[in-house]
């Protein structure tokens, strides 16, 4: 079981189809994944502000996923999938539905 939760932590994974709640916001995403990743307080506000610069999601961080554009939800999940930073990152089409500005 230990080795289980260990390997877990070592894979971020960031499926096809985007896995978000409706009602949270991109704050509020990044928040909940990086408490299910045991980050508290100032390290998961770091976390935070960085996936957020990194993935362009400065000016949509209050949004509520439901009114993102699909470009913006496949940032989000990307996001999501490299919190914890893990060494192995699965991505399934990551850019689908991004500008192409965003996939570079």
Do not use: T
């Given at each position: 079981v230990e080795e289980a939760a260990l390997t877990r932590s070592l894979i971020g994974y960031c499926p096809q189809f985007d896995a978000l709640h409706d009602l949270l916001t991109v704050d509020e995403h990044l928040d909940l994944y990086a408490?299910?990743?045991?980050?508290?307080?100032?390290?998961?506000?770091?976390?935070?502000?960085?996936?957020?610069?990194?993935?362009?999601?400065?000016?949509?961080?209050?949004?509520?996923?439901?009114?993102?554009?699909?470009?913006?939800?496949?940032?989000?999940?990307v996001a999501i999938a490299m919190i914890g930073a893990p060494r192995l990152l699965l991505l399934d089409e990551p850019t689908a539905g991004m500008d192409v500005a965003a996939r570079r």
């Open positions: 408490g299910l990743h045991g980050l508290s307080g100032a390290l998961a506000k770091e976390v935070q502000e960085r996936l957020i610069a990194v993935c362009g999601l400065e000016e949509h961080r209050g949004k509520e996923s439901r009114s993102l554009s699909g470009g913006n939800k496949r940032k989000l999940s």
